[in-house]
């Protein structure tokens, strides 16, 4: 038994795209929302959360559904396709509104949201978002269309996960995620040196469609090597062939006879519910801090928020394998309790950093 790094790979370019996509929305859309149309960080942080209720009933649906479906290109493939072309056109589309918005947020003679007091932030959001209020129309052309952008990513993440464990032998599925979480990384830097190039932390009042359509470019890319080199049906077909042969695959009345077994006990019952609340928590606080920080970066702190991403993800990168190995010596619980502490100390310490702390400061917190 030996994993197919090319294949998983090429599977892997599905994941690619979708991470280069999250990558971008971050960035640019809670920027949009704050200094284009002056929504209030509550409500900003509230259309940012949307994508995280749609996924709660989405990403199951579309899951199930993509399990039902059987064509000549697969069962997933043909999700990837439509959903990823769906997401990648309405985001494009979605800056050609907030363009619009710009150009009557400058011709109001409305100053940029640069670094300031807290108050005169505000003088100035507030003006924003009066001239929202005051022809509310771009505002809802925006949300309308960043519901399709949603809608449609939704659609094929699901399908997309799933496609490793089809193609892949259920011993070498975990040697194959770090294969995956890797792959979706790329994406995601690739995307961050995109910000710098394109100074998406500088310019309050930049129209963001270059920049998106980059990202689009490389979305794209990815979108096209999948499609040209993933044979989903023919390496299903390989995979449960040699399931089989290994003698890896449960039979229906095996499956049956441990379903019916047993239950749950309290305890693994106590445990799995403190799992999920544990999941659920660590996400909260993760997503409160990443889907914010773009506009803290440029509005308050003044920092290039593409290059403290970057070396987060390439310490991310560097510590895949080093963990696994602390994992596999200290247990898995331990390794997640001390993963938890380290992230909740490195947003403890972001409380104390100002406009005046030197940048250099904010790696190691990254990190």
Known sequence: MKLNYKRVLLVGMAFFLISAFWQAYDAIVPLILTNHFGLPQTISGAVMSIDNVLAVFML??????????????????????????????????????????????????IPEMA???????????????????????????????????????????????????????KPLRSKANAIINLTGTAGGILVLVLGMVFATSKNHYMQYTGYVVAVVSIM???????????????????????????????????????????????????????????????FIGYNSITSKYSVYA????GFDFNFTLIIAQAAAIVSYIPVGIVASKIGRRKTILSGIIILASAFFIGNFITPTTPELIMYPVFI
């Open 298 to 301: 440029t509005n308050i702190l």
């Open 115 to 169: 670094q300031g007091t807290d108050a005169e932030i505000e003088a100035i959001r507030k003006l924003t978002v009066e001239l929202t209020v005051a022809n509310p129309l771009p505002f809802i052309g925006f949300i309308a269309t960043l519901l399709v952008v949603l809608v449609a990513m939704a659609t094929f993440r699901s399908p997309a996960v799933a496609l490793m464990p089809d193609v892949t032998l």
């Open 60 to 109: 199951p649906i579309f899951g199930a559904l993509s399990d039902k479906v059987n064509t000549r290109f697969g069962k997933r493939t043909p999700f990837i396709f439509i959903g990823s072309i769906v997401a990648m056109v309405s985001f494009v589309a979605l800056t050609f509104i907030d363009n619009y918005q710009i150009a009557r947020v400058v011709a109001a003679g």
């Open 220 to 282: 794209l890319t990815g979108l096209v090597v999948f499609l040209l080199t993933v044979k989903e049906k023919k390496w299903a077909d390989e995979m449960e062939e040699d399931s089989r042969r290994l003698g890896l695959e449960d039979t229906p009345a095996e499956v049956d006879a441990s379903v019916q077994k047993r239950k749950l006990s309290k305890g693994e019952m106590k445990s799995l519910l403190l799992i999920l609340a544990s999941v659920a928590l660590w």
